[in-house]
């Protein structure tokens, strides 16, 4: 099955730059989403087909898509912006699949 | 687009728990219609996918045999029914929307709170 690998977590303070990884096995052929979820909340959707953002989402968040990795950068972090933070592909065998997330904690 | 669940579930083991999610402000049957879990302070868990127009569905390994996706057009609603609970299957389960394998998990709903316990 396919598998995808984020690093568990990651800390910025307010006004730097925060860059979270997702590798997996040539993940650059295939498409990944980004999404932000609160504490107590549902998951939202930031990023998708790699680098494109919903309606209503900052154009501080950014992604991109390459080789084995894809990256959700978030630029001029913000207090509002601690979360947790997962990747997601589709893959033909294994269909919807998750990282395991990546908690960003602002300093 | 808002996708509505039903409320908290409390199971013992054995049983088996049926979830439902409402979809309002589109289309039912034009967008698939995808399951997640969510145990405490774990990640996110894909479980299974259904296409409300055709009633095709689609499992994750994990939970094949246990887990049964159906919908009603008519009241424009999904279901999500596992069976054999365990205290492993205590998380919390959402429901969202999938227009394209391209396109993510656009909208969610609120989640609903399954504990298994004897």
Redesign the interface.
């Known amino acids: ?1 396919y598998e995808l690998t984020q690093s568990p977590s990651l800390s910025v303070s307010p006004g730097q730059t925060a860059s979270i990884t997702c590798s997996g096995d040539q993940l650059g052929d295939k ?1 990944t ?1 980004w ?1 932000q ?1 609160k504490p107590g909340q ?4 930031v ?3 790699d680098t494109k953002r ?1 309606s209503g989402i900052p154009e501080r968040f950014s992604g991109s898509n390459s080789g084995n990795t894809a990256t959700l950068t978030i630029s001029g972090i913000q207090a509002m912006d601690e979360a947790d933070y ?1 990747c ?1 592909a ?1 893959d033909s065998s ?8 990546t908690k960003l904690t602002v300093l | 687009v808002q996708l509505v669940q039903s409320g908290a579930e409390l199971k013992k083991p054995g049983a088996s728990v049926k979830v439902s999610c409402k979809a309002s402000g589109y289309t039912f049957s034009t967008y698939d219609i ?1 399951w ?1 879990r969510q145990a405490t302070g774990q ?4 479980m299974g ?1 259904m296409n409300p127009y055709s009633g095709n569905t ?1 499992y ?2 994990k939970f094949q045999g246990r887990v049964t996706l159906t919908r009603n057009t008519s009241i424009s609603t999904a279901y999500m029914d596992l069976s054999s609970l365990r205290s492993e299957d205590t998380a919390v389960y ?1 429901c ?1 929307r ?1 227009p394209t ?6 909208s ?4 609903t709170l399954v504990t298994v316990s004897s």
């Open positions: 099955s498409y989403c999404y979820q549902s998951p939202v959707l990023i998708y087909q919903p997962y997601q589709w294994s269909f919807v699949v998750f990282g395991g997330g | 995808v997640v990640g996110l868990e894909w996918w689609g994750a390994q959402y969202a999938f394998v391209t396109s993510g998990l656009d969610w709903g609120q989640g």
